[in-house]
T-cell receptor
Framework: DSGVTQTPKHLITATGQRVTLRCSPRSGDLSVYWYQQSLDQGLQFLIQYYNGEERAKGNILERFSAQQFPDLHSELNLSSLELGDSALYFC??????????FGQGTRLTVV | AQKVTQAQTEISVVEKEDVTLDCVYETRDTTYYLFWYKQPPSGELVFLIRRNSFDEQNEISGRYSWNFQKSTSSFNFTITASQVVDSAVYFCARITAVSFGAGTTVTVRA
């Protein structure tokens, strides 16, 4: 158990819908990262937050947004979903630019 | 973008053989961290090892060892005496500028 909790574990939704993925980092970790893993794209970095502030941005679509709350949990919002958004979404946390510990992921299926 | 390249897409070995995974990274930073992660068939990502950029000492941890060479920007990872449970996808990654390699699928046959 990495100490990072992601909910839900599985999500099935229709195209055009909006979903929210939630991540609770390890106790004390200020950094939260979001990654998307699909079969054809590998593990893609989406965005990083550090203590509530956006720190780095990767290949995150405009339809996607994230935030980190004062209690350090984070949410990834995916809207206007397309079939191609089906993927495994990982959240990871770390103290500060050190090893990141990953949650078990949320498997999103868009139908 | 500062890339991490894992040239090997798949490696298949017989149990007890050694497996070496290659990783080459790009960097403009003087300080950075390199990591290896394992993703078994169950899907979770498991942290294996970390190396910081100012310590080139190579180490062994159990059946895992790594060879970090700053001069060639390489961070190779070796599994000694592989076991079937080592079958997984292995990712090389770096921070700062969070980047993962494409992963190398290791299959260990009994």
């Amino acid at each position: 158990d990495s100490g990072v909790t992601q909910t839900p574990k599985h999500l099935i939704t229709a195209t055009g819908q909006r979903v929210t993925l939630r991540c609770s980092p390890r106790s004390g970790d200020l950094s939260v990262y979001w990654y998307q893993q699909s079969l054809d794209q590998g593990l893609q970095f989406l965005i990083q937050y550090y203590n509530g502030e956006e720190r780095a941005k990767g290949n995150i679509l405009e339809r996607f947004s994230a935030q980190q709350f004062p209690d350090l949990h984070s949410e990834l919002n995916l809207s206007s979903l397309e079939l191609g958004d089906s993927a495994l979404y990982f959240c990871a946390s770390s103290p500060q630019d050190r090893e990141a510990f990953f949650g078990q992921g949320t498997r999103l299926t868009v139908v | 973008a500062q890339k991490v390249t894992q040239a090997q897409t798949e490696i298949s070995v017989v149990e007890k053989e050694d497996v070496t995974l290659d990783c080459v990274y790009e960097t403009r930073d003087t300080t950075y961290y390199l990591f290896w992660y394992k993703q078994p068939p169950s899907g979770e990502l498991v942290f294996l090892i970390r190396r910081n950029s100012f310590d080139e000492q190579n180490e062994i941890s159990g059946r895992y060892s790594w060879n970090f060479q700053k001069s060639t920007s390489s961070f190779n990872f070796t599994i000694t005496a592989s076991q079937v449970v080592d079958s997984a996808v292995y990712f090389c990654a770096r921070i700062t500028a969070v980047s993962f390699g494409a992963g190398t699928t290791v299959t260990v046959r009994a």
